[in-house]
């Protein structure tokens, strides 16, 4: 049996494209794996901390080695629940809108309750960071107003997709694989259907790599990518970014 994670970053509920295409892959993947329990986490309904300054600061005390105060302790708590609950999961699907050419400002502030030394990366001043959420799979369904195809000038515009793959293989993600439906606003709504169609087809058709736990790796962790020289001193319990 599967824990699986559904992280929805959209907000528009039945109109959302992302979602569309997630939900199809969720109703697929649950056909074939009924006992396998999912969990949706809706970032625009779910109560996540703020990553605010107590919470920073919480980060920095342990950062330099120190004790933490009764409230930082308090907020650091909270973080921590966050990144248990990420955690706890075998099998990751996420939904995510393209907003201002990058992602909607409350899975950033996910991503910044996820992404701390000594929970879900390490540092090591020979081995440089290393991902601590590893040999999990992860589906994304991305949704974009305009298109951004690879190979054009608007791919360097993606900061989307490109991010998503970046952050989640810091983390330790080596399986990702996704499903990208665009145009959803630019070129009228018969384009944005028939894309919409085509791409809840191959999210229907992808459960099934998911299922075996996605074997081919697709994209190479970030990690492994991101060199040692130059970066700065180890705190207790990792590198100060
Ligand atoms: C605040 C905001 C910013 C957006 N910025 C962009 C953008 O930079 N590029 C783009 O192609 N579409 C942009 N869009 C359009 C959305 O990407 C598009 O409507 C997409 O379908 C949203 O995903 P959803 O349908 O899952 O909510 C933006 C939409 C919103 C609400």
Redesign the pocket.
């Known amino acids: 049996m599967s824990r699986v994670l559904y992280i929805q970053a ?3 509920g039945k ?6 295409v997630t939900d199809a892959f969720i109703k697929a993947y649950a056909k074939s794996n009924p006992d396998d329990p999912i969990a949706a986490l809706n970032l625009f309904e779910a109560n996540i901390p703020s990553f605010d300054g107590l919470a920073v600061q919480a980060k920095y005390t342990i950062l330099h080695g120190m004790e933490h105060s009764a409230e930082e302790l308090q907020a650091w708590r909270s973080v921590e629940k966050v990144i248990e609950t990420f955690k706890s999961a075998d099998k990751y699907v996420m ?1 995510v ?6 992602i ?1 400002y409350r899975l950033k502030q996910y991503i910044d309750l996820l992404v701390q030394p000594g929970y879900t990366f390490s540092f090591d001043p020979q081995q440089g960071y290393t991902g601590l959420v590893t040999a999990k799979p992860l589906f994304v369904g991305y ?6 195809p690879p190979g054009t000038d608007a791919e360097a ?1 993606d900061l989307q997709k490109r991010y998503i793959e970046l952050i989640f293989g810091f983390m330790g993600f080596s399986q990702i694989e996704s499903v990208v ?6 070129g009228g709504p018969e384009v944005a259907q028939r894309k919409l169609a085509a791409a809840v087809e191959r999210a229907e058709q992808a459960w099934a790599a998911f299922s075996c736990r996605f074997q081919k790796a697709a994209v190479t962790s970030a990690s492994t990518l991101i060199p040692t020289g130059g970066t700065p001193k180890a705190g207790r319990s990792g590198g100060i970014r």
């Open positions: 959209s907000p528009r109109r959302s494209k992302s979602l569309a939904a809108p393209m907003w201002n050419f990058g909607p949704a974009r107003g305009g298109e951004y515009f439906v665009e145009p959803t606003l630019q």
